[in-house]
Structures are given as structure tokens and as C-alpha cells.
């Protein structure tokens, strides 16, 4: 348990409530990102990238987007450029911890040639020495890194490697071997349970729909406006029917149906 924020915890794991809105907002931009990343093949890390990902994150700003945007938008959960981790180092600094983010400001367990291209590894290597990295490094299967490595300072018993963890979403084969390890030779490894903080495990599409769910929905309106526009004009032929009547032949009938209607259509 992190003494600081113990009184967010449930049984041994962290409960961090998140704004269902602020997950939609990253998740539109996420988006745009992975388009642009997908249509001219940046690599990551590239500048290019994130140059990218500078440019739509202060776009998103400017509209009420206040996590930070990750600048690999595939993420481990496909096309949502892990939201979770995100929203945990959301948490976790406005609660005054340093964050760092797997993947982005370090590597641990994965990708162990590029440890010294990342500042992370090297605050990692400094707070617990060297050795004790090296061993773990020894004992550990390749990947399975936490999401965040958190710390108040530049100590041991200051630190803490958390994992984020959507509702009903279990640790990988590899989290469950590397883990007891991490806790063994570095420090302790939280879990993290993230919530929507509605209760409700849905997102939130009222306020900001996609562009494409908008042009959905005027469809919609407008076919729906057209066919009570038709009915009303049917409705006032028809009547007017009534009246437009001549005899012939020594009977009444009606000279013609409304325009409207078609009988191989069927019925309105």
C-alpha cells in the first residue's frame, strides 16, 4: 500500500476514479493520432511523432483535454494509446508524485537495448543502484514492465512501480512471474483498479459525439423530418379529396387519389 494515498484503496489494490468525459476526449485524439501515424508510417519515438502528438494534444487542450496524450497511439489496447496508464499518471501527479510512463519514459523489463536512450532507466538506476537493477534484470523474463514508476523522492522506500488495471482485467502470464520479482530486489508493485467515476463502465458519448455518429444522427433527423413532412402532405390531399368530386355517368367518384399515395408501396 502507498501510505500517501491509502484512503483510496480497496482491499490491496488502488481505486482511481476517472472523468468518463476527459477518457473520451483522449480517445478522439488518440485517434487522429493513430490516422496520421498509420497514413505516413512514423516510427516510435520519431520526431515526427511526436511532433505529431504535440501538435493534436494542444489542439485537444484547447477543448478541455487535461491527461497527456501517449505517443504510441496503438497502445496495448488497440487504437486507445494506453488510456489507462495515462489516466493513472493523471492521477498520481495532481496527488504530488513524479511520474514516469513504461513505453515512454523508461524501460525495465522490455526493450533492454535501449535502457541508456531513456532518462527514466537512469532515475531507476540511480535510486536503486546498479547491482540490484542488474540482478533483477538476471532473474526476469523479457517484458511485462509495470505502467508507472511513481516516487516522492530519490529514495527506495519512496517509490513504487503501480500497474493499471481496467474492471475485471487479470495481470499477464508474464506480470504474474516478473512482479514478486520486482517486489524482491527494487520495491513495491501496486495495482491499480481504474473506475469510471459515473459507476458506470461505459463511456460518455452525450456531450462529444464523433463527427461521424453526428452525421449519423442528422441522417437520421432529416429522413425522420422528411417522412412527417410526407405524411402531412398525404393527410391534407386526402382530405381535400373528399371534396374534389364530379358525377359521371350518374355516380360519384373520385377523380384521383392524393400524389402521394402509391398502393405499391404499400401503406404509410
Not at 495532481?94 to 513504461?102: C, E, R, Y
Not at 538476471?138 to 474492471?167: C, S, V
Request: aromatic share 10%; with cysteine.
Amino acid at each position: 500500500m502507498i501510505p500517501e494515498l491509502a484512503q483510496y484503496y480497496e482491499g490491496d489494490e488502488l481505486v482511481v476514479k476517472y472523468d468518463t468525459i476527459q477518457m473520451e476526449i483522449y480517445l478522439r485524439a488518440t485517434q487522429e493520432l493513430w490516422e496520421i501515424e498509420t497514413s505516413q508510417d512514423l516510427k516510435h519515438h520519431s520526431y515526427e511523432l511526436i511532433k505529431a502528438r504535440d501538435q493534436i494534444q494542444e489542439k485537444y487542450r484547447k477543448i478541455g483535454l487535461e491527461i497527456d496524450l501517449f505517443p504510441l497511439p496503438k497502445g496495448t489496447h488497440k487504437g486507445e494509446g494506453n488510456v489507462a496508464a495515462m489516466l493513472l499518471k493523471d492521477f498520481l501527479q495532481k496527488k504530488g508524485f513524479q511520474v514516469l510512463v513504461s513505453e515512454e519514459d523508461f524501460y525495465l523489463l522490455s526493450d533492454r537495448g535501449h535502457h541508456y536512450t531513456n532518462k527514466g532507466y537512469n532515475i531507476i538506476n540511480n535510486i536503486f543502484g546498479e547491482t540490484k537493477v542488474k540482478e533483477l534484470l538476471k532473474a526476469t523474463q523479457m517484458g511485462g514492465d509495470p505502467d508507472i514508476f511513481a516516487y516522492l523522492a530519490l529514495e527506495p522506500k519512496k517509490t513504487w512501480f503501480i500497474e493499471a488495471k481496467r474492471p475485471g482485467e487479470k495481470l499477464t502470464q508474464k506480470q504474474e512471474v516478473n512482479f514478486p520479482l520486482i517486489r524482491k530486489y527494487l520495491c513495491p508493485v501496486e495495482i491499480a483498479r481504474l473506475v469510471p467515476s459515473s459507476g458506470i463502465h461505459k463511456l460518455v458519448r452525450t456531450k462529444l459525439m464523433t463527427d461521424k455518429n453526428k452525421a449519423r444522427d442528422n441522417r437520421k433527423y432529416s429522413i425522420t423530418k422528411n417522412v412527417a413532412d410526407g405524411f402531412e402532405i398525404f393527410r391534407r390531399e386526402w382530405k381535400l379529396c373528399g371534396k374534389n368530386i364530379k358525377k359521371k355517368r350518374g355516380r360519384q367518384h373520385f377523380i384521383h387519389r392524393p400524389k402521394t399515395w402509391n398502393a405499391g408501396e404499400g401503406r404509410l
